[in-house]
């Protein structure tokens, strides 16, 4: 199998690297642009037999006012991909986000939820695994929620830093979610690709928590003194809505991986190694 890495050098594409280790073409932007088809063609070729997708417009707030943008990397660019995958007979791996659902739910998110984004971001993404769908293109497209890592900008090192320098936090209590390890995300994408399971799957940590609980809980790790408190979303208010529930159901990976590990352990070994 000849796997190409789109994107190896950012949070979710280096623990592919790391996962993966030999044997894999790694190409960033602007070698490939998902704005600019030629660039897609150009990298993947006949021979070609995986593509794993970790490149995405992610500026959620960002996306209100640059829609247009939003729409072109997360939605054609991915349609664009996938039909090149068809052409080339590779399969195409790609990444969907909990923002595709409306965010109101009691209950986890199945995976034959319907789409219902409330924002630029997530109708981007819903573009996205709509035209994935209708490309023809063989394809394992898994959604997941609130990635973090030892490395790049995420939550978890900006939670951790914050705690170093501050007395007290503020943290919203109010939207419920499943933290997700890049390196946990990346194993298991993989182990559901090696079974040769194609179509729509979630995969996040297990559980599920506040952003309030996931800071909390990251502070006592790092052995800080700073204190978290709840607050609600209001309190903060962003361009872009946030979900106040937004946690997928594990069901379908779990019946064929077992079950995910609790987002507290993939949490503990993420704290151990920060960069």
């Given at each position: 199998m000849t796997t190409l890495l789109i994107s190896p050098d950012g949070m979710l594409g280096r623990a592919f690297v790391e996962a993966l280790g030999e044997g894999i073409t790694g190409v960033s932007y602007p070698q490939i642009d998902l704005t600019k088809p030629e660039t897609?063609?150009?990298h993947l070729t006949p021979g070609v037999t995986r593509v794993i997708n970790c490149s995405a417009y992610t500026d959620v707030d960002g996306a209100e006012t640059n829609e247009a943008l939003a729409n072109a990397i997360n939605g054609h660019g991915v349609e664009a991909l996938a039909k090149?995958?068809?052409e080339i007979g590779a399969t195409l791996i790609h990444f969907g986000t909990d923002y595709v659902f409306d965010g109101n739910a009691t209950k986890p998110y199945p995976v034959s939820a319907p789409l219902a984004p409330q924002g630029a971001y997530g109708r981007s993404k819903a573009l996205g695994e709509t035209l994935l769908r209708e490309s023809g293109a063989q394809h394992l497209y898994v959604r997941t929620s609130w990635l973090y890592a030892p490395w790049a900008k995420n939550f978890v090192r900006t939670i951790a830093s914050l705690a170093k320098t501050k007395s007290e936090l503020k943290v919203v209590d109010d939207q419920r979610g499943r933290p997700t390890s890049a390196e946990h995300l990346a194993r298991t994408t993989l182990a559901l690709s090696e079974r040769g399971k194609r179509g729509t799957w979630h995969v996040t940590d297990g559980g599920e928590c506040s952003w309030f609980?996931?800071?909390?809980?990251?502070?006592?790790?790092?052995g800080s003194s700073c204190v978290v408190h709840p607050c609600t979303t209001a309190e903060f208010?962003?361009?872009?809505?946030?979900?106040?529930?937004?946690v997928l159901d594990l069901a379908e990976t779990e019946s064929v991986l077992g079950a995910m590990p609790d987002w507290r352990e993939n949490l503990a070994s993420v704290m151990a190694r920060l960069e």
């Open positions: 897609i063609t150009a090149r995958c068809r609980d996931f800071a909390r809980e990251i502070v006592r790790l790092g208010p962003r361009p872009a809505k946030r979900p106040a529930y937004s």
